[in-house]
């Protein structure tokens, strides 16, 4: 079956960059989207189709894509930004979607 | 702004089936923009797709919960259901339901519902 692999975690100090990277073999033919989700809260959409960015999140966060992996780059790394963060995709078919194992960040 | 609401019993019986229903509001189930999924989130783990459901009644699932699983829309009620078959202790999860915009596999999960929490106990 189709994976999408992430860190488990990335650790940052407040000011600095976060990145964070989702790896998978259909990335190339497939847009990714990336979830922020906090604790006993349902995921909140930050980027979706690669680089997209919804309304209302701020333009410190970015998402990239180079072949086979994507990634997600906060700037200036807040306190509120400590998440966990799940990539998503689909499969090379297109019919069955995947989340990526998540990765914790952590705001030092 | 579409919103969800998901609700049905916290606790099912070893070998009982699950059943939730997600309540959509500010929008019409029947709307060609959306498709309607579910996904769960067992106890500090990461997030695992179930099935999505557009509004005539196609439905996609995980190959893996396939055997298990029926999605389907009740648009006389303006919501979209999960029966899960057979539950077991690996089924203990928070089950979110979302919706995807535009109305295609691909696409990202723009709403979420709050969660369900479903224990598996006899």
């Known amino acids: 079956s189709y994976e999408l692999t992430q860190p488990p975690s990335v650790s940052v100090s407040p000011g600095q960059t976060a990145r964070i990277t989702c790896s998978g073999d259909a990335l190339p033919d497939q847009f990714a989207h990336w979830y922020q989700q906090k604790p006993g809260q349902a995921p909140v959409l930050v980027i979706y189709k690669d680089t997209e960015r919804p309304s209302g999140v701020p333009e410190r966060v970015s998402g990239s894509t180079s072949g086979t992996i994507v990634t997600l780059t906060i700037t200036g790394v807040l306190p509120e930004d400590e998440a966990d963060y799940f990539c998503?995709?689909?499969?090379?078919?297109?019919?069955?979607?995947?989340f990526g194992g998540g990765t914790k960040l952590t705001v030092l | 702004q579409l919103q969800l609401q998901g609700s049905g019993p916290g606790l099912v019986r070893p070998s009982e089936t699950l059943s939730l229903i997600c309540t959509v509001s500010?929008?019409?189930?029947?709307?060609?923009?959306?498709?309607w999924g579910w996904i769960r989130q067992p106890p500090g783990k990461g997030l695992e797709w179930i099935g999505t459901?557009?509004?005539?009644?196609?439905?996609y699932y995980n190959p893996s919960l396939k055997s298990r699983v029926t999605l389907s829309v009740d648009t006389s009620k303006n919501l979209f259901s999960l029966n899960l078959n057979s539950v077991t202790a690996a089924d203990i999860a928070l089950y979110f339901c979302?919706?995807?915009?535009?109305?295609?596999?691909?696409?990202?999960?723009?709403?979420w519902g709050q969660g369900s929490l479903v224990t598996v106990s006899s």
């Open positions: 998503q995709s689909v499969d090379s078919t297109g019919a069955f979607v995947v």
């Open positions: 500010g929008g019409s189930i029947t709307t060609t923009n959306y498709f």
């Open positions: 979302a919706a995807s915009v535009p109305a295609t596999t691909t696409a990202a999960f723009d709403f």
């Open positions: 459901v557009s509004y005539d009644g196609s439905t």
